[in-house]
Structures are given as C-alpha cells and as structure tokens.
C-alpha cells in the first residue's frame, strides 16, 4: 500500500487545488461559448437570435414599456427595434442562408422603428418627427438610431419598402452633420450627445455601403471637425456630452459613449474607429481572473455615471463594457471580447428554452442590445 501524505501537506495541496478551481473553472464555464461566438459559428448564433426574431413578431408594435417616463419608453423601444435589424442583419450577412428565416423580423422591426408613435416624445419636443420631416437647421441626431436601423435593412434588402424614407432621411442628415462646423448636430432642443452622432455617422456611412454612394471626401472632413471637438486628447475618450453648438464639454469623457462610438463610427471612417477602440484598450480595460469590464470614466475622471452607463462596480460600467463587446469584435479583438464575454455570462444569466435563447438579468432591451454587440462584424 503507499503511504499517505502528511496531513499538513494533503492540507495544503487540497487548498492549492480548491484555489486552482476557483480561479480557471468559473473563467472556463462563462467563457466556453466565446470562442464560437467570436468566430460567428452560426450555432453559437441562432439560439439568440430565434429569441429576437420571436419577440419581434409577436409584438403589436409600439413601446415595450411603460414606465410612465415617455422619453425611456420610447428611446428603449428604439433601442429594441433597432438593435434587432443590426443583429439580425450581421447574422445574415455571417450566414446568408438565414436570410429567408430572419428578413421578416427585420422588416417587422423596420416598420415600427419608423412610426412616429415609437417616439411621441421627440415629435413633441420638435414639433415634428424626423421620419416626416428635418427642418433646415434642425437636430433630430436620436434619428440616427432609426436610420442605422434602416440601413442595415437597406444592405440586407435593396428593394426594401423603408428605400425613399431611408434615401430622405440620410440626406437631411447629411445636409445638417457635414454642414455644421463642430461636427456635431442637437440630440434634442439644446441636447448635444456626441455618441448619438457617432451612430448619426455610422448610419450615414451604412446609406452609403447600401447605396453605392461615394462620400469619403466628406466623412473625412467631418471626422476631423468631431475629432477636435468631440474626443478627450489625452486619454482618446470621447466627452459623453458637449454644450450645444460648441466644443464645450458639460460631461466627462466616459466608456460607454466611446464603446458605441468605436461601434458605430466603424461604418463610415473606420481609421476614426479604430482610434477610438484603441483608448478603450489602452485606458479601459480592467480584468479580475479572466473577467473583464471597460472603466466609465477616462483616466482623472470619476462620477456616478447615469442611465448610459448602467451599473458601476469597481470603475466598470455595465454600459461601457456591454457596448465594449460590439467594438472588440468589430476590430477583431479576440481577448477583450473573450473578457467582456465571460462577465456578461456570468452575471446576465444565460437562459435556453428548447431552440431560443436569452439573457434573464437584462429583459428583451438588454437582449436586443448584447445581440447586436455580441454578432458585430468588421463592415
């Protein structure tokens, strides 16, 4: 028979072992399912993406809550609409045999992302929706959600019923953006956001893959009128919010407005892009035993955050490192995405229910948003 340990090192080498599984298991376990997302298996894809599609069709349109607050119920119902055309539309495009199974959800989506009814409250605050009209010298940038939406309609579907208000829209958008010496137009009266004009671009720039229309002359000029405005020089952040028709900062610069920038700017001036992805990786990462989150606040900065950024814990924001997902895979970067991946299992709660699945942490917003981030594809 062989002899038996000493206790004290059986002792000893059962707590080396204990902490060996601490550190790798939980790591392994949320992160299996990365690798394959990363790389688009459509496997790895669909179960998600059934669960958008589902809930898209089965909607009678309109918000999906009611808060009582007017503009979250309407922004969030924008948020859903449109992130289940970018995520529907990336699977497609990783997977066009699935365009026949997905397209009608898309569609669904389209039609009630452009209904004035979705967002009562920008129409009562302009006096008008953009989808009916952009007055000369107007803002309206929250439309850039809608018109992103449509152009990823508009690049899986060319004949799609959505063209001539896509063509209408993207037009007074251009007019407002290229013209505007900052770079920068109002969200709402007196409201300027500099993340939703990186999605104003970005749905410009997705017109433009649609279309065939060549703008690179202009995105260029207006990359360095917002580049000088807009973003955070030392630290390559980009400010959450200026002082309308300045450059004026009123906010700090903070993850989770750069995360959806380095997103959605990509379809239009990816070097833009690129640079902002790349104050993310040098300044925002934080990893804790193979987990990881994308700080809120730029180096020197700190704050409470708000709605954007969601939840904090240990100078990570939920929205920052959410957002963060889009942008790592867009710019192929396999270990942050693997990073934000793993703490988005571990604290969204994966659920599957026979060939769906979900996030349970989240509901159908948090849903549509982690779909489109986790399927993100280099345009």
């Known amino acids: ?27 392994f376990v949320a992160g299996w399912h990365a690798n394959a997302l990363f790389d688009g298996n459509r496997d790895a894809q669909d179960p998600l993406a059934r669960h958008i599609a589902h809930q898209i ?11 009582g607050a007017e503009r979250f119920d309407g922004q ?26 997905y397209l009608p959800a898309m569609e669904r989506a389209a039609d009630y992302l452009v209904d004035p009814q979705t967002l009562t409250y920008a129409a009562r605050v302009y006096g008008e929706h953009a989808s009916t009209r952009i007055g000369p010298n107007g803002g309206h940038a929250y439309v850039g959600y809608i018109n992103m939406g449509l152009g990823m309609l508009r690049v ?5 019923r959505h063209a001539a208000l896509h063509d209408r829209i993207t037009a007074d958008l251009r007019r407002e953006l290229f013209a505007s010496p900052t770079g920068m137009i109002e969200t709402y009266p007196g409201e300027s956001w500099p993340p939703d004009i990186a999605v104003v671009i970005g749905s410009i720039g997705l017109h433009a893959k649609a279309t065939g229309l060549d703008i690179r002359a ?19 952040y980009l400010y959450q919010r200026v002082k309308t028709g300045t450059c004026k900062p009123v906010d700090a610069p903070r993850g989770s407005g750069t995360a959806i920038a380095a997103y959605a700017i990509a379809f239009a001036h990816q070097d833009l892009a690129r640079k902002l992805y790349g104050a993310l990786s040098a300044h925002g990462y934080i990893t804790i035993a193979g987990f990881g989150g994308i700080r809120e606040y730029a180096p020197g900065f700190a704050g409470k955050g708000d709605g954007n950024a969601g939840p904090i814990l240990l ?23 693997t990073y934000l991946y793993r703490s988005t299992a571990l604290a969204g709660i994966p659920l ?28």
Not at 88 to 95: A, E, F, M, P, R
Request: proline content about 4%.
């Open 218 to 236: 202009d995105l260029d000029t207006w990359a360095t009128r917002f580049t000088q405005c807009a973003v955070h020089e030392p630290s390559g």
């Open 57 to 67: 069709i089965n909607h009678n349109g309109g918000v999906f809550y009611k808060s």
């Open 352 to 379: 599957t229910s026979g060939d769906q699945a979900r996030y349970g942490a989240g509901g159908i917003l948090g849903d549509a948003l982690l779909f489109a981030m986790l399927t993100a594809r280099r345009p």
């Open 156 to 160: 899986i579907d060319k004949n799609t």
């Open 315 to 337: 100078g990570a924001s939920v929205g920052a490192s959410g957002f963060g997902l889009g942008a790592a895979r867009m710019h192929g970067d396999r270990d942050g995405y």
């Open 1 to 27: 028979m062989p002899r038996l340990l000493p206790l004290h090192l059986r002792a000893l080498l059962f707590l080396a072992s204990t902490a060996v599984a601490i550190a790798l298991v939980p790591r």
């Open 76 to 101: 969030s119902a924008v948020a859903i609409y449109q992130m289940a055309l970018l995520g529907l539309g990336q699977t497609i495009l990783d997977h066009p045999e699935k365009r026949d199974e």
